[in-house]
């Protein structure tokens, strides 16, 4: 289970010293809790993933800032960061892995304008789950539905 993982991983990084891994972990595991408490409910491996998407993404996002503030420093941390998350969620598709998924998609459901992108997006997403960034997807449905 993925919440084991996290402890051992986190037990590890205070072992190795590593500040950086043993903060993400901790944030992690705090962000578990926090939704575990808030709905009164055990958190599976699938939302468990979620969770570090997010986290994951929100570092993403923020790394461009810290490049355009000419902060190397903080670069650097985000990036080592990103590179601990990375480790727990599925490996990311490529684009043409999502087009052939979105092609096959659009054929199963006859999809055939823009008017159908909200069925083929909400499908795209379920196939692909974490595997495939959710505006990849809709990039390539765009260009596929017009």
Do not use: F, W
């Not at 998609?105 to 069925?119: P, R, V, W, Y």
């Amino acid at each position: 289970m993925l919440k084991e993982k996290l402890l051992e991983d986190l037990k590890q990084s205070m072992k190795d010293k590593n500040i950086n891994r043993k903060n993400v972990v901790q944030m992690v595991r705090a962000a578990i809790l926090q939704k575990e408490k808030d709905n009164n409910i055990e958190l599976n491996d699938e939302q468990i993933m979620e969770i570090i998407a997010k986290e994951h993404k929100k570092r993403e996002e923020s790394i461009d800032d810290y490049k355009k503030a000419d902060r190397q420093d903080l670069v650097n941390q985000i990036q080592e960061e990103i590179d601990a998350l990375a480790e727990y969620l599925p490996k990311k598709m490529e684009k043409s892995e999502i087009e052939v998924i979105v092609k096959e998609i659009i054929a199963d459901l006859n999809a055939t304008s823009m008017k159908d992108m909200g069925a083929v997006m909400k499908e795209a997403k379920a196939r692909c789950g974490l595997a495939a960034d959710g505006r990849d997807i809709n990039q390539i449905v765009k260009e596929m539905l017009t």
